[in-house]
């Protein structure tokens, strides 16, 4: 017998994880799909960044936010799979979406709300042989934890926003913070620009670029990196304790299902709908970064709208007589007995 679910998520990035917590609170039953072996979506490139921009939320770090944000979707007990690609999407003479993925599995939904965000984010890669081998000790293309630039010299290889940001975050952690970049000038934000070309902890190395890799005696570690500037090769630094490559990101947003499902796309990416989370194929929803309207706002807290109005389309779409928004949480039965834990540990903690 197939098991047939209300809604559907594709996407585990922060607005696939809203959608499956305001899903359950709308009673319905509930699985998400998630490409990558962790949830959390593009936050997890930035779990050292603070974020300040959430409403009622103290700044928190991303790895924290992640954390709370997971714990929150699976309030209501959805069915969560992960690492587990989407590859086609069809709908049959019921109007019963057959969603089959990688493993050959096919999945039953009445709805679907799409929230792949930016895709399957993968960080390009340092073309250099043999590079791939320093990936577990000194080369990073995501930075999970501080802790380890505590007082090294670290090289970061890019001149964008993501390289920047992460010089500027170590100036006041690591001993000296090298920054080589192939162009002549950054490409990132003024201000964090003026901030490392004005400090003496931050060495700038424009037209420059990374040839080679020299490992020390036991082969487990990057030594030193052997620079290109100016068209002449250089040993320019030795020893370098931690390379950090900020090249950008490649992206798989497995859209070739879009064209089979008759979804219409805005750039050639993002699928374009409205404010309510409608896209151009009718039982098919979107929130975050891949829905595009007028009006759309680009920031984390726009996920979080645009998960209710996905979901709230989607019960409408299930059941025609449902309310079209649910029931605020101050008032909702479903939190009655949480909330009653909650007071409860409260008063012990004021005691």
Not at 134 to 153: A, C, D, G, W
Not at 232 to 251: A, F, M, T, W
Not at 280 to 294: N, P
Request: proline share 3%; charged share 25%.
């Amino acid at each position: 017998m197939r098991d047939v679910y209300d809604v559907t998520i594709v996407g585990g990035g922060p607005a696939g994880l809203y959608s499956a917590f305001y899903s359950g609170l709308r009673n319905m039953k509930t699985k998400l799909i998630e490409s990558q072996k962790e949830l959390g979506g593009k936050v997890l490139l930035f779990q050292e960044k603070m974020i300040w921009d959430v409403g009622g939320q103290p700044p928190i770090l991303g790895s924290q936010f992640v954390k709370q944000i997971i714990s929150q979707a699976k309030t209501f007990d959805p069915t969560i799979i992960t690492n587990t690609k989407v590859d086609f999407i069809e709908k049959d003479d019921t109007n019963l979406f057959i969603i089959t993925t990688n493993d050959g599995v096919k999945h039953y939904s009445k709805s679907i709300i799409m929230a792949v965000g930016g895709g399957i984010i993968n960080p390009q890669k340092l073309e250099i042989d043999g590079a791939e081998k320093y990936e577990m000790s000194n080369l990073h293309y995501t930075i999970p934890s501080l802790k380890p630039f505590q007082q090294k010299r670290v090289l970061i290889s890019g001149g964008g926003n993501g390289a920047i940001d992460w010089a500027v975050e170590l100036l006041d952690i690591a001993e000296e913070v090298i920054v080589a970049y192939r162009k002549d000038q950054f490409s990132a934000h003024e201000a964090q620009t003026a901030r490392i070309l004005a400090d003496s902890k931050a060495k700038v190395l424009f037209n420059t670029s990374i040839e080679r890799l020299i490992p020390n005696k036991e082969k487990t570690l990057i030594q030193q990196a052997v620079l290109k500037q100016d068209g002449k090769e250089e040993s320019l630094l030795q020893p370098v304790d931690h390379i950090i490559v900020c090249h950008g990101y490649n992206r798989d947003a497995s859209l070739g299902f879009a064209e089979n499902i008759n979804l219409s796309l805005k750039d050639n990416y993002y699928y374009e709908g409205t404010s309510k989370g409608h896209t151009s194929q009718e039982g098919i929803y979107a929130a975050g970064d891949i829905l595009s309207f007028d009006g759309k706002v680009n920031l984390l807290v726009g996920a979080f709208q645009d998960a209710v109005n996905a979901v709230n389309s989607a019960k409408k779409y299930i059941e025609p007589t449902a309310e079209s928004i649910g029931i605020v949480s101050s008032h909702n039965e479903k939190f009655k007995k949480q909330n009653k834990q909650i007071i409860r540990q409260i008063l012990v903690e004021q005691k």
